[in-house]
């Protein structure tokens, strides 16, 4: 089978989760013995800041990491008959613009054989639902929505019976415990200050916990406006600045623990939805804390393969028990692996979008 996947980049992960994820998939997709094509439009606003802040050396980890994976860049005038010739599954993902959103919908109504799916993975159907009310859809066999809140948003708007919730992943042949690690030490946060969604959040679960624990708190990312260099600096944090998403795993292996601070609209409009880099930090097998989210799917076992922290004072307990207890570190790394090994892989997500496409289009599974 061909699957042709219509995202905002294949190689900038600079503030751009789907990324991430999106590379686990078509490479466990590949490795099955699938056609993959990935097209990303010209001037990417992800990749044009990943060069602007790192130039050409800033693609090097992901070419490194994933050098069977490559994207095809197009122009805005485009025909995109011609990017999807031969697709038997094409996906498009909510970050393009509702012109090519529109055309390759307007493929499918034409008659084009391919079965075509709208790919959800932000809050906007929530925070901006005009955003997402542009695209037209009508075109499209079905929507793949990163949470079932979000698909239950999507069923509202007459989509019943179309929507698959398919939840994000860790790419586990890269996200794994290290062979050989260095000593551990200290506490890591990996994620984007983003536009104010999680502002206090972060330092009431984060940077004074850590501060009261006394841990040292690394964070990477970007998006950082001046305040909030500010409020590191007054915490003492070590700013680290912009991380490659495929330099993560050894980041997370050398601190003794990470925590989840999800951002404002996954703990009300949308709950139950995690960032993927709690997937992430969980297959490599580093310790996590979670700032309150109700895990409504039952994704994990919460106290089993994280802790959960109510509010600061529960989360600085928490810390310091980590930083106190190598059996409890041990306990949880194991645990919140193993669950992500059972049920959270990119290779899971591969098996449930092969059936979600075989359920859509019976005879091309059986071809």
Known sequence: ???????????????????????????????????????????????????????????????????????TIFKADAEPAALVEGADLVIVHEWNEPALVAAVGKLRKQGARFTLLFHDTHHRAVSDPDAIRAFDLSGYDGVLAFGETLSEVYRRWGWAGRVWTWHEAADTRLFHPREHEDDRDGLVWIGNWGDGERSAELEDYLFRPAREAGLPLDIYGVRYPAEA?????????????????????????????????????????????????????????????SAPWDDREGLFTPGEDYLVAHDGAAMTRHLRALANDPELRRALAERGLATVRARHSCAHRVDELLAIAAQLSPEKAAA
Not at 17 to 34: D, P
Not at 260 to 283: D, K, N, Q, S
């Open 229 to 289: 260099l500010t409020a590191l600096e007054r915490y003492g944090v070590r700013y680290r600045g912009w991380l490659p998403n495929a330099r993560a795993p050894e980041v997370f292996a050398r601190h003794l623990a990470t925590v989840h601070v999800p951002r404002r609209f996954y703990t009300t409009l949308l709950p139950g939805i995690p960032t993927i880099r709690m997937f992430e930090a969980l297959a490599c097998g580093i310790p996590l804390v």
């Open 1 to 71: 089978m061909k699957v042709a996947y219509f995202t905002h980049s294949l190689q900038s992960c600079w503030n751009h989760g789907n990324a991430h994820f999106l590379r686990g998939v078509l490479r466990e997709l590949q490795a099955r013995g699938h056609e993959v094509a990935a097209l990303e439009p010209a001037g990417a606003w992800s990749l044009q800041n990943l060069l602007e802040d790192n130039g050409s050396e800033g693609l090097r980890a992901w070419q490194e990491a994933y050098p069977e994976l490559r994207s």
